[in-house]
């Protein structure tokens, strides 16, 4: 364990604990975006809405896989997937003739970008709920004052008050804030881990250096040239007993 310590790039070990986040965190993005799909196809046999259901949802998961395909280096999937819970949303709202109940799926999506460790991965979310919102919400009232029948599914009710519309805005905002400083705050603790983590690693070399050259120094005390001195850059101590043995030598 000392002897992988000792030898364990700082930087390398930085790369490596933000790319195992990543992994871990688009697995568990994938898993609920294939659930979400399937949640759709569950929701059509209510009003037989499966073209909905096969057409947005696909094309929420083909947008997230071939983003990630395409740059797959990058954190473009990750705002991908935030924008692509937000249209799973609104179509559960949708399919299910605006039943209340699916309006949580807008918070489910938000707590999920979480584990992206990322306050800017709420933002697409966020944007899709509030156009979606303000967009359905003003088409179905359009449709009530103009008594017509309601083909924009956006609430069980004949439409959205002013009044509740601006309290329910309030309270999703809310939330995504609240994800969204959650997340900063989770980002925040892995880099003080990562840097706590570099500094034990740069002391543990430090001291693999030092118990190296008094070995180096005790072998050149007993008259010992022939042992190759190895040291590594910016060990000073070790590249000045390296002299000491070619001029002895």
Known sequence: MVANIQTMDPQKFQL????????????????????????????????????????????CLAAYFITKKLLPNSTVHHYVSSAALGVFMAQFIYQMHGMFEM??????????????????????????V????????????????SNLPNTIFFTQLNYMSL??????GILASVIFFICGLWAFEMDKRSNETIENTKNIL????????????????????????????????????????????KKLA
């Open 16 to 59: 490596t604990f933000r790319a195992n986040i990543k992994k871990r965190s688009d697995t568990l993005i994938e898993i609920f975006l294939a659930l979400y799909f399937l949640v759709g196809l569950l929701l059509a046999t209510y009003y037989d809405t499966w073209l909905i259901a096969i057409v947005v949802g696909g094309l």
């Open 202 to 245: 740069t002391v543990a070399q430090a001291n693999d250096n030092v118990a190296r050259n008094l070995e180096y120094a005790i072998l050149l005390s007993e008259g010992e040239l022939n042992e190759t001195i190895r040291f590594n850059d910016g060990d000073l101590m070790g590249e000045a007993l390296s002299k000491i043995q």
């Open 130 to 145: 509030v156009v979606h919102h303000a967009v359905f919400g003003l088409l179905q009232y359009q449709q009530f004052e």
């Open 103 to 128: 309006h949580f799926f807008a918070f489910v999506g938000s707590a999920l970008m979480i584990t992206y460790q990322n306050w800017k991965a709420q933002i697409p979310v966020a944007v899709v």
């Open 163 to 168: 009044e509740t519309f601006i309290i329910h």
